[in-house]
């Protein structure tokens, strides 16, 4: 016997409830409508609706994936960032609210015609977006996983911007281009958990996000300490420096910064819940 949309839903919650999943109504929600191809206004309007043998088998199957933890975003295979639908998948991370920041504190600098550099981009969410609320810029963005650059092309194609990104497998910086083209704009959210703790984190992220877009080494600043060494090599005079950093390192990194003696302008910027997320300098 066939069940209907909202008691499928109802069981739904249940099960993840039952499984620990803080946000059970709301992924409960959103697995049922992949599954069926429904949105919001199903629940409200049609609750009744008959869910097919063929829905309820595939939502079963999205229920036990997320049971075992699997972040609802890899399920689904998208995830909303700025306004904008990424393909994500296990070789990147899911793009997070607070990484907004990070693109909204770039967008107050970026110009058009500027040429940014987004090192460790992963599925391209950072560089993408900044493409795609401005006018005639480009992006190279690098990372060393190929599965990841996959996704970002992905993206690329799907936002219509592949013809304003480029690409690159390589470890953090691109070779330079034969005529030194420099850029205005570098940004990056790079591994910076530090080893030892990656094992205490939620099983979401400890057991299915990439560990090579998450380890920062012993301290977690090994590639804060790479980029704020080569940055200038590749910036523009009076182009800035915009980095992700975790909620406890701020002044690891500041004083990196202000050590490397070639940046001025150093802030730090809160993200929503008010915890130190972003930190930017401008190369003299």
Sequence with gaps: MSANYRDTYQNGIKLLTEAGIAEAKLDARLLLEFACGTDHNTLLAHPEREVSESEAKEYEEFLNRRSKREPLAYIIGKWDFMGLSFAVNKNVLIPEQDTEVLVEEAMRFLEDGFRILDLCTGSGCIALSLLNYSN???????DISEEALSVAKEN??????????????TD???EMD????KFDLIVS???????DVIETLAPEVRDYEPRLALDGDADGLVFYRRIIDEAPKYLFSNGYLIME???????????LLEKAGCYHDIEVIKDYAGNDRVVRACFY
């Design 136 to 142: 005639n810029t480009t992006a190279v963005g690098t």
């Design 156 to 169: 690329a194609k799907d936002l219509s911007l592949s013809e304003r990104a480029l690409l690159v497998k």
């Design 172 to 174: 953090l910086f691109p």
């Design 178 to 181: 034969d005529d030194g083209s």
């Design 189 to 195: 959210n790079p591994p910076y958990i530090r080893s």
């Design 245 to 255: 950093i975790g909620y406890d390192q701020a002044f690891e990194v500041t004083e």
